[in-house]
């Protein structure tokens, strides 16, 4: 009797939870040639320019954004950023999550995080080098109470990251 309970239960609560955005929402590559990154993304998402970098606003309510950045870079290798260098970098708050992962065989740097300035937004970052330049990847997800609904769709979007060398436009294909 209880283990029938519990499973009705189990199945009841598992139905009522909202599906994540990466269930809702159907990506399509897209690669940004002046930045030379190939990655996926939605036709629907409002996207902006700035020099060497994007952001797309997945979201306004909850505010969800990626943001690209590419600058040269003054590292050499990942491993000159160091937790304190990482801390300043992304403005990161106490207590942080790094590691060291590869990116469709790419090595990278993750970053955990929750904002310094407002400990209702939850961050991860990633960090490449790619031919003298340094990438930033920022994601975030406001009010943190969101980030279950959209914690997978940061890996959807990177699924096939890469650089590229042609001349593609930013633009689903």
């Known amino acids: 009797m209880m283990k029938s309970v519990f499973v009705v239960l189990f199945f ?17 590559d897209c690669r940004d040639p002046d930045l030379g990154i190939r990655f996926k993304c939605s036709p629907k998402w409002q996207v902006g320019f ?4 994007f952001f797309f606003v997945i979201s306004e309510d909850p505010e969800v954004m990626l943001t690209v950045v590419r600058e040269p870079s003054s590292f050499i290798s990942l491993s000159e950023l160091t937790t304190p260098r990482l801390k ?14 590869t990116l469709n065989g790419l090595d990278a740097i993750r970053v955990k995080a929750f904002d310094k300035n407002s400990s209702d937004i939850r961050l ?6 790619n ?14 109470n ?4 959209y914690q997978f769709l940061l890996r959807d979007i990177l699924r096939e990251f ?4 042609d001349d593609v436009a930013l633009k689903p294909e």
């Open 88 to 101: 300043n970098l992304g403005q990161y708050a106490d207590g942080f999550q790094q590691e060291s992962i």
């Open 162 to 165: 890469s650089f590229i060398e």
């Open 50 to 53: 700035e020099d060497n970098a």
């Open 146 to 149: 969101e980030w279950d609904r």
């Open 124 to 129: 991860t970052d990633i960090y490449l080098i």
């Open 12 to 28: 009841v609560c598992f139905l009522l939870q909202p599906p994540s955005f990466a269930q809702e929402e159907k990506l399509f």
């Open 131 to 144: 031919k003298g330049y340094f990438y930033k990847i920022l994601f975030s997800v406001a009010p943190r």
